[in-house]
């Protein structure tokens, strides 16, 4: 009875604990370790004193490591030293006498790592400026001949859902045409049947009788709440759910009809709170051989200020499931365009939205104009209706409501999704780029007042507030039947390309040039050309000054960059790359020159350090091209004086912001090889800025500014070497020595805390028992068993055992890694 009454207890204790303590970040560090096939992640968490948490999603060699706060910035050091170490190892060459081989294995087998941390940077792109009070567009005259068709339409397929003659964007009774087309692909009989889209949102009302008969809970997760079923939670958790009810609506006598109402939709729940960086990368791969497409109507804040993409391992996990989901044709992603358009920002600062893997789409209001808030830029696809104009999207609501009133890009996002669902329906075949190629290909281009139009050399229109134009889901549809597979991505990707220059204020601009030969493009199977994407370096005291242009070798204009007034960042763009897909279909070869200016004449002036150019598109012999490597780390690891010196010129004076038409070469240089002049400077506004030019073919490296010798006070050895070779030495060394004196605290502690823990027992780190060498079998060759570090990490080896020997029943937690958190976190107050 007593022993009862313990247990009790101390089970009423754990509980209560476990509310006082929700999250294992109150008393954990996490990490995200890549790790070599060769090294078992237990070992790494014997090594570290860690507890192996699992794998990363769908993320292979991927896991999570949790371990005691206390111990956390330990571990974060040791990380930091392991890659400086990669660092300066792939660097090669007269360094490697530096680098003293560890004898755990640590070095080679940690590929990757980062510290995670818990964050809210994802917000929802719903409503923005849409009135109180709007006006029903039926008050209006409706045109007669269109509402009795609608009528007819809805009998023939027998929709009797109440909402259907409201929901104008799937079919407009009032502005004839403005809408998605989509009612002759129903009569068709494609209503999206096999298909799955995960909303990955703030949950989905699986409840919901609009919804529950095309819910796929196997796709389905709640990363918030670390549940089975994404159920939306808090008062405003009803994004998600309006998001669902625009794709998959099911056709009965609730509400409306989704775009694909025969397709399911699976709810992944990620913005109610705030999720790592690994919930992330898991939530994106969620499922993704039966969810087929993930609806992400949100992104980092919309408010003309901040520039932020997702980190390495997010960036991974999307190729990942560019790469492997969809049985290896590719998962779609589709992103609503963001919100800031009234703000000044632009989808091009958002690295979800400027991702090639991504379907970018803004919206369009029911009277075929921009609504204010939809972000333009060079990486948007194409655009759906959405709310403005006095009107919104009519969808399903939580609690067995409807609404009449969601809207943003938020809205526009899913209808795409909608529409893309119904063409997977009839070709589950075609890869991620195939759809890209379609949505391309039939988009209906917009003429609206104010917006400039460039017409491309494939004869398409591309205009940055409406991409290639509004979804037409019934030629998008028809155009898919028939539609041949492309053959698989190539890419050419230029060296570094060095300018180091300061950028002149005013309306001039520093253009730098680079020559792709068709040489380049053969050696790098690459065909024709599909995105761009531009990842520069550019140091500016005040950011929102800045703007970039992308010059093509056949005359588009892609601007990546505007002029943000509210972006006072004085970053500058660091490695940010940008994206565009105007230059679709040219084959690429020429002169392409990026231009970046510095719009304001003030004290706020910057430099160019340095940029580079990858053109994506498809190969050319399709038997021998590789898939890319997975986002790599080092992607932008270089050292400006590693950089090709690049052709640069001060831009002539042009007309001001608004882009040249296509036919508009009169004033740059575009065309011109660059072993001829570009235009002079014809009215240098500002002086200073060097107007010499370094016109050389690119290709050969000519210096134009003598690089110092050494940055370092003269009493410190410069070991001969170069200025950066210098800096790379003193700093591996202080890392070396934070790496010492960090691992120094990290065994002080782990001694101290043992000691207390077995007060009697301080003979423990110098007895080494060889028989429990078995958790380290695989590296058996390489345990250093003479120096004294690697008798430490034996020890800890020992600590961790308990953990190791309990793996079994971890297996079965291994694909619910949210349940399995939680049982690890009582299992470790249970101990406490
Ligand atoms: C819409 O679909 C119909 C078939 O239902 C097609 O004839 C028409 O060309 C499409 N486009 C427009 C803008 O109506
Ligand atoms: C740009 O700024 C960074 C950080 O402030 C600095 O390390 C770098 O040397 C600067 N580069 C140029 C080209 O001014």
């Known amino acids: 009875m007593r022993g009862f009454k313990t247990a009790a207890l101390s089970f009423l204790l754990s509980t209560s604990l476990a509310q006082l303590v929700p999250r294992t970040y109150d008393t954990h560090d996490f990490f995200a370790i890549h790790l070599d096939d060769s090294i078992p992640p237990e070992y790494i968490a014997s090594l570290l004193g860690a507890h192996h948490e699992g794998q990363i999603g769908n993320l292979e060699g991927h896991h999570k490591f949790s371990i005691d706060r206390e111990q956390g910035p330990a571990v974060e050091t040791l990380l930091e030293a392991l890659r400086v170490q990669r660092k300066l190892r792939r660097r090669g060459g007269d360094d490697d006498n530096l680098l003293q081989k560890r004898d755990d294995g640590l070095d080679d087998g940690v590929l990757w790592s980062q510290k995670l941390a818990l964050k809210q940077r994802l917000h929802k792109r719903g409503p923005v400026d849409f009135p109180e009070k709007h006006v029903r567009q039926e008050a209006a005259s409706p045109e007669g001949e269109a509402v009795s068709r609608q009528k007819r339409i809805a009998s023939d397929l027998a929709i009797k859902d109440p909402l259907f003659g409201s929901q104008w964007h799937l079919f407009n009774s009032i502005q004839v045409g403005n809408d998605l087309n989509v009612t002759g692909v129903w009569l068709e009989g494609i209503t999206g049947k096999g298909v799955v889209t995960a909303i990955v949102d703030d949950g989905l009302d699986l409840n919901s009788e609009d919804l529950k008969d095309n819910y796929f809970p196997e796709g389905s997760w709640d990363f918030n709440d670390n549940l089975p079923d994404p159920i939306p939670r808090l008062s405003d958790d009803q994004h998600g759910t309006r998001c669902a009810g625009e794709i998959a609506a099911v056709r009965n006598d609730v509400c409306g009809v989704g775009m694909a109402y025969d397709s399911k939709v699976a709810g992944i729940r990620i913005l109610s709170k705030p999720i790592d960086d690994a919930d992330e990368a898991t939530a994106i791969n969620y499922g993704f051989q039966q969810n087929h497409i993930y609806s992400c109507s949100w992104g980092p804040r919309d408010d003309g200020q901040t520039m932020d993409a997702p980190n390495a391992l997010v960036k991974r996990a999307m190729m990942n499931g560019i790469q492997n989901g969809r049985d290896g044709r590719g998962s779609i992603y589709v992103f609503a365009a963001g919100n800031g358009g009234a703000r000044d920002d632009n989808c091009n600062f958002d690295g979800y939205t400027n991702s090639i893997y991504s379907v970018t789409v803004g919206a369009i209001d029911r009277l075929g104009n921009h609504p204010p808030y939809s972000e333009a830029c060079s990486a948007q696809l194409v655009v759906t209706y959405s709310s403005g104009g006095n009107d919104a999207i009519y969808t399903t609501d939580i609690g067995q409501k409807c609404t009449e009133r969601h809207g943003g890009t938020s809205a526009a996002g899913p209808l795409a999704a909608g529409a893309i669902a119904l063409v997977l329906s009839i070709r589950p075949d075609l890869t991620w780029r195939d759809v890209q ?84 493009l053969k050696q790098a199977n690459f065909e024709s050309l599909e995105h761009i994407t531009v990842t520069m370096n550019v140091n500016h005291t005040r950011r929102g000054d800045l703007s970039v242009e992308l010059r093509g070798p056949q005359g588009i204009v892609s601007h990546l960059s505007i002029p943000r007034e509210s972006d006072e960042a004085d970053s500058g763009y660091e490695d940010w790359t940008f994206m565009s897909v105007a230059h679709w279909g040219e084959s690429g070869e020429g002169v392409w020159s990026v231009v970046v200016k510095d719009t304001k004449v003030n004290e706020r002036v910057g430099v160019f350090a340095d940029w580079r150019l990858t053109l994506w598109g498809s190969s050319i012999d399709a038997e021998s091209q590789l898939p890319h490597p997975l986002a790599d780390e080092h992607e932008d690891d270089h050292n400006i004086e590693d950089a090709q010196y690049a052709t640069v010129s001060i831009k002539p004076h042009t007309k001001t912001t608004p882009p040249a038409s296509a036919t508009d070469h009169a004033d740059r240089p575009v065309n011109e090889k660059p072993s001829e002049a570009p235009a002079k400077p014809t009215t240098p506004a500002v002086p200073p800025t060097p107007v010499e030019e370094e016109l050389t073919p690119t290709g050969s ?22 200025p950066h070779t210098q800096i790379w030495i003193y700093a591996s060394v202080s890392l070396i020595l934070i790496f010492c004196i960090g691992l120094g605290i990290y065994f002080q502690v782990q001694r101290r805390k043992r ?61 619910q890694p949210s349940a399995f958190n939680e049982k690890m976190q009582h299992k470790n107050e249970a101990e406490s």
Do not use: C
């Not at 780190?765 to 570090?789: C, N, Q, S, V, Y």
């Not at 308990?802 to 694909?815: A, N, Q, V």
């Open 437 to 520: 190629y379609l949505l391309l290909e039939t988009a209906v281009p917009v003429h609206a007042d104010g917006d400039e139009v460039q017409m491309t050399p494939i004869g398409k229109e591309f205009s940055h507030q409406f991409g290639y134009g509004v979804v037409d889901t019934y030629s998008l549809v028809q155009k898919a039947k028939t539609w041949e597979l492309v053959k698989p991505q190539a890419w050419y990707t230029s060296p570094w390309l060095r300018v180091q220059k300061e950028i002149p204020e005013g309306d001039q601009g520093l253009a730098s040039y680079f020559d792709i030969t068709s040489d380049m």
């Open 701 to 722: 490296v000519v210096p134009t500014a003598v690089a110092s010798d050494g940055f370092l006070p003269s009493f410190l050895p410069t070991f001969g070497t170069k």
């Open 755 to 815: 000691l207390r823990n077995n007060p009697h027992d301080d003979y423990e780190f110098e007895i080494i028992d060889e028989d429990d060498d078995d958790a380290e079998a695989p590296l058996a060759g390489r345990t250093g068993r003479k120096r004294r570090g690697g008798e430490l990490y034996n020890a800890f080896a020992e600590e961790s055992e308990e953990e190791l020997l309990s793996e079994d029943e971890e297996d079965m937690y291994r694909d």
